[in-house]
């Protein structure tokens, strides 16, 4: 096996663990509430091919780690109050020593393990020795698929959702 792909750094595990946090998220929103529980399975399988992606060093992997995080991001920030409810909670929660709905904290965190692994991937992705003028193409192609998949994964599992993802797309 190649010395580079042998031994992984810090870097590799902080994505690994922010795409791990994300996904015990999944499973937890998944838990409280039946009727998303077969989009997060699917939306999970973007975090797993991430990591095994990002393992192997590709640009493919940090693109859509990236883009799709900014992404989810992006849409839970400007588009819904989850993450607004969940920084309420926990100020609250800070306050007081009590937290009233934890189901609301689930979006903070979420959004903390996407911001990191934003950052995470972007340094990998500047970390990497450029091997051809067709790596910036691949990194934003990864993150496009990304953005595709759970777009139509959103569709089919989740048709609670296509008025958010009108607004985010504006159409």
């Known amino acids: 096996m190649d010395d580079t792909r042998s031994h992984y750094s810090r870097l590799e595990w902080l994505i690994v663990g922010s795409c791990a946090v994300f996904i015990f ?7 409280y509430d039946r009727s ?8 999970a399988l973007i975090y797993v091919a991430v990591v095994i992606l990002v393992l192997r060093r590709s640009v493919w ?3 859509a780690g990236c883009i799709i995080a900014a992404f989810w991001n992006w849409t839970n920030i400007v588009h819904t109050t989850f993450v607004a409810n969940g920084l309420h909670e926990l100020a609250h ?5 009590r937290v009233s709905r934890p189901d609301q904290l689930i979006a903070v965190v979420a959004a903390a393990a996407h911001f990191v692994l934003i950052g995470s991937c972007l340094v990998g992705y500047f970390r990497i020795k450029p091997r051809g003028p067709w790596e910036p193409v691949k990194f934003f192609a ?3 698929i990304a953005v595709g998949y759970f777009a139509g994964i959103v569709i089919v599992f989740g048709p609670q959702y296509i008025p958010l ?3 985010v797309f504006r159409i």
């Open 25 to 31: 998220i999944l499973a937890l929103s998944a838990v």
């Open 36 to 43: 998303i529980r077969v989009l997060h399975a699917f939306q």
């Open 61 to 63: 992997g940090y693109g």
């Open 93 to 97: 929660a800070l306050q007081t020593g």
């Open 142 to 144: 990864g993150g496009l």
């Open 165 to 167: 993802l009108r607004r």
